[in-house]
Structures are given as C-alpha cells and as structure tokens.
C-alpha cells in the first residue's frame, strides 16, 4: 500500500494497528526494499 502512496494512518487503520509504532514493524522491510531498489539507480546511492 505504501508503494503505490497511501498515508501510513490509512495503513494503521486498514490493519486495524492502535499505534504507528506496530504498524512500522510491518513497514520496516519495506523501506529496506525500496532503498536497495533506489541504491541501484541513483547516482548518490550507489556503493563504490
């Protein structure tokens, strides 16, 4: 859902989560995706 743009609340609501903090658990592996994905094609990102 992140992917495609939704708002982390409306992830927390659609899970059901009462915190953000147990919705980012699910959030967390994520994130490293995106940022391997992105570490791929921007030029900053790269590893050298």
């Known amino acids: ?3 495609s743009g939704a708002a982390l609340e ?3 609501q659609t899970l059901g989560h009462a915190s953000l903090g147990t919705t ?3 959030i967390s592996p994520e994130q490293s995706r995106l940022r391997r ?3 791929k094609y921007h030029a900053r990102l790269k590893q050298r």
Do not use: T
Request: aromatic content about 8%.
């Open 1 to 3: 859902m992140l992917a």
């Open 10 to 12: 409306v992830v927390q």
């Open 24 to 26: 980012s658990i699910y």
């Open 37 to 39: 994905e992105a570490a």
